[in-house]
């Protein structure tokens, strides 16, 4: 029952050689042509510029600066920007340039851990809720719409309450009011994929349902997790600020740019340079997330556009 | 004489809704000699897809569920013989896309787009028979061949994307085909293309069932495709068997009005100010006639027993079964233009 030996002439002459050559000659996969399409996206690529230019600051910190996050200069209070102090000088005299720099490393790595703890245990949990079903369907998705009953930042200031402040809190706190965010994203991307007839296909294969899961839907299911991801990126550091600045979050000195806003808040007046520079700082990487998230959304998403 | 290599008897799968159960497979037999072409013909809604899953057991369960019935498999290359109903799920996914093949009706869809071509022949392969990729690989180019696509060494390292409508239906052939199965069950597989791809696609399969020996369950409402291509064919309504015989003997001279209808609504090239024939009235819902014959409201020829009870499959000649009160009395054989019988 071999099948014909592979000839250059198919067994099956006639009319099969004159079908249109409808594929396209480079081959390009789904995720190559949507990283064309990001690319493509002005905008998208505004926000990777931005967030690549603070993740460079973050990585090269000492390289920049001359001073130290925590060396305070009583002499130097509230100095106005300048050539020896960029950015100007806090109440204690501290260089801000050195503690926003350093204040990048913070916030980028509160965003990362916070958004991989969220997507970790979210998707999971999304995954057993949507491919499942049933019961265990009706816990989880109950547990998520619990937790976005409480806005967000009351629930995340809740958990620090719990388990006291500090940066590594916060961290978790932001990560645990993520999970249902990406929680209800992939289960109901896992729940729509799982009727494609691709998924029947490869049941019909006789494949096993942990292989077409995860082979097959949860591949298909990342898209949305990607955009969701890098948005949540820009919405951790803001959350990670707002904490910050109720003093829930980073304790001093860490150079936390939500923290260093709440400490200066009383010099807006006389020394607006004080809350400048680390509102703009948050508001750029929130920005150059967001623009990322909206370019990624666009690309691998054809259907969502307009 | 040789048994058939699947048996279907007195398959009931029903789903359990909140409006109660529904029989969408009512006490259907048939079978397939191996190397034949079965067609399975019936109006959208009439049970026979979900006929076809049931053998492949994909019936979504929730809420489906087979609850009667037996569907025996004699492979004849490993000489043995199973009911696929009451079978292990670890061995049904052994004979599944090994022995048992599917292709589907949508190729568009069937295929996963993140995966390139060549990947998608053999992945089901893989797992069934333990081979390396370099082997893979040849085996998906030479599957591609197989089912006449062109360029297939550039084709392998294609996406779904890249093809058109009739190319990916060949692909699923060419994944359904790789393992070499007994049965092929295609469901609907050339609905969604275009007439001229069709025949091509038809042309294709018959190939396969000649040169391969591949038994054929094609499942379809596309009298034309039937008559192409199949051995016999069993007409299904309303999740029953209405008939079942010769495809010759079927088309030429059908028996139950239901397939009389079917066969008069055929649009004819030749003629062209005559109005469409169509039955009249729609698909019953299934569950919803619960006592006499379920095609009885849109039948032309209906009298009272009709209503009454319910028509057993009678045999009329040789292999020909109808299930009609028509020929009840006469014990077979009965002139179907008399409209006036028993009344």
């Not at chain 1, 102090?85 to 926003?100: A, E, K, P, V």
């Amino acid at each position: 029952m071999e099948p014909t030996s592979p000839s250059k002439n198919s067994p099956f002459p006639g009319p099969e050689h004159q079908e249109p050559q409808t594929s396209v000659p480079a081959a390009a996969s789904p995720w190559k042509e949507a990283f064309r399409q990001l690319v493509k996206n002005k905008l998208a690529i505004v926000g990777m510029i931005i967030i690549g230019f603070f993740i460079l600051i973050a990585i090269f910190a000492p390289l920049l600066t001359t001073y130290t996050y925590q060396s305070m200069s009583a002499a130097d209070r509230l100095q106005p920007p300048s050539s020896t102090h960029w950015f100007g000088t806090d109440d204690l005299g501290r260089d801000i340039f050195t503690r926003i720099v350093y204040g990048a490393r913070i916030s980028l790595m509160v965003g990362f851990f916070a958004v991989i703890g969220a997507l970790v245990f979210g998707s999971l949990l999304g995954i057993i809720a949507g491919y499942f079903g049933r019961w265990i369907d009706m816990i989880i998705s109950r547990i998520f719409d619990i937790m976005l009953a409480f806005p967000s930042i009351l629930l995340a200031i809740a958990i620090v309450a719990i388990l006291g402040p500090s940066l590594q809190n916060a961290l978790i706190a932001i990560a645990i009011i993520n999970i249902p965010i990406f929680g209800r994203l992939v289960r109901s991307k896992v729940i729509s994929i799982r009727e494609e007839e691709y998924i029947l296909a490869a049941k019909a294969q006789g494949m096993k349902s942990g292989r077409i899961l995860f082979h097959h839907v949860l591949p298909n299911s990342t898209a949305p997790i990607i955009v969701q991801a890098t948005l949540g990126f820009g919405t951790a550091i803001l959350e990670a600020a707002a904490l910050g600045f109720l003093g829930l979050g980073a304790q001093p000195p860490t150079p936390e740019w939500g923290r260093m806003l709440s400490d200066s808040r009383q010099y807006i007046q006389s020394a607006p340079w004080t809350v400048l520079f680390p509102g703009l700082s948050i508001m750029l990487v929130v920005l150059g997330f967001n623009m990322i998230g909206d370019g990624l959304r666009d690309a691998l998403d054809p259907k969502m556009k307009s | 004489m040789k048994k058939p290599v699947l048996e279907v008897n007195r398959l009931r799968t029903h789903f359990f809704t909140d409006n109660g159960e529904i029989p969408a497979v009512d006490d259907v037999s048939f079978h397939i000699e191996a190397g034949e072409v079965l067609g399975v013909v019936g109006e959208s809604g009439c049970g026979k897809s979900v006929t076809s899953l049931s053998i492949m057991g994909l019936v979504p369960n929730p809420p489906g569920k087979i609850v009667g019935g037996e569907i025996i498999y004699r492979s004849e290359k490993s000489n043995s013989e199973e009911d696929l109903v009451t079978i292990s799920r670890k061995k049904m996914r052994g004979i599944r896309g090994n022995q048992l093949s599917m292709i589907f009706q949508e190729p568009m869809t069937s295929l996963d787009p993140l995966f390139k071509i060549g990947f998608q022949i053999t992945e089901g392969l893989r797992k069934h028979r333990s081979i390396s990729k370099k082997e893979a690989h040849n085996k998906a180019v030479e599957m591609l061949q197989l089912v006449g696509i062109p360029r297939p060494h550039e084709i392998v390292n294609e996406y779904p994307h890249q093809l058109s409508g009739g190319m990916r239906q060949r692909v699923m052939i060419a994944i359904a085909m790789s393992s070499d199965p007994e049965v092929l069950i295609a469901d609907e597989p050339t609905t969604a293309l275009d007439v001229t791809i069709q025949a091509q696609i038809l042309e294709l399969m018959k190939k396969l069932n000649k040169e391969k020996g591949t038994a054929i369950l094609l499942v379809t409402h596309d009298l034309g495709v039937v008559a192409e291509i199949c051995d016999r064919v069993v007409v299904m309504y309303s999740g029953k068997v209405v008939e079942q015989g010769n495809v010759r003997t079927i088309l030429k001279d059908p028996k139950h009005p239901y397939t009389q209808g079917l066969i008069r609504s055929l649009p004819k090239l030749t003629e062209r100010d005559e109005r469409l024939y169509s039955i009249p009235g729609n698909v019953p819902k299934p569950g919803s006639i619960l006592k006499g014959c379920r095609f009885a409201p849109r039948c032309p020829h209906v009298f009272d027993r009709c209503i009454k009870e319910d028509p057993e499959l009678l045999q009329l000649e040789g292999e020909h079964l109808c299930r009609c009160f028509l020929y009840a009395e006469e014990g077979g054989v009965k002139d179907d233009r008399e409209t006036t019988v028993g009344s």
